[in-house]
């Protein structure tokens, strides 16, 4: 593996199962085992009913473009290698929304509502990024 030099994400008690799930190219999100919310970004508590009760569900990665912005320039020169980028909102068929980058796609070919699915970067040993690219 290429050593990856960009900044990770921090893993915590809570989000711990979700980087364990995109290590094996699996995409998991919290349920609330309470009201059945599923919840994205992990969380020590269910936002909507604030139970402790969580547990975790795979998700198809299935998702459709909401909304996102190219990057061009004015970046950390860690990250210049990778212009121009993509950054989006992808909402996933289960109703989640997520934040990641756009993937094997051409900006000028990315149109909101289009159908995405979950791609992922192995990055370390512990940590592979889920992105998106389209389907």
Not at 3 to 20: D, G, N, R, V
Not at 74 to 90: C, R, T
Not at 113 to 122: N, Q, Y
Request: proline letters at 9%; one cysteine or more.
């Amino acid at each position: 593996m290429t050593a990856y030099t960009k900044p990770l994400p921090e893993m915590t008690p809570w989000s711990k199962k979700f980087w364990e799930s995109t290590k094996l190219h699996k995409l998991s999100m919290q349920r609330c085992n309470n009201c059945g919310k599923l919840i994205f970004y992990p969380r020590k508590a269910c936002p909507e009913c604030w139970s402790l009760d969580l547990g975790w569900q795979e998700v198809s990665g299935k998702a459709k473009l909401n909304a996102f912005t190219v990057t061009m320039a004015g970046v950390e020169p860690v990250f210049a290698p990778d212009l121009p980028y993509v950054l989006a909102l992808v909402d996933l068929a289960e109703g989640v929304t997520m934040m990641s980058n756009i993937v094997d796609c051409k900006p000028e070919d990315l149109k909101p509502g289009m159908d995405l699915e979950v791609t992922f970067r192995d990055c370390t040993d512990n940590i592979s990024l889920p992105l998106f690219r389209p389907a």
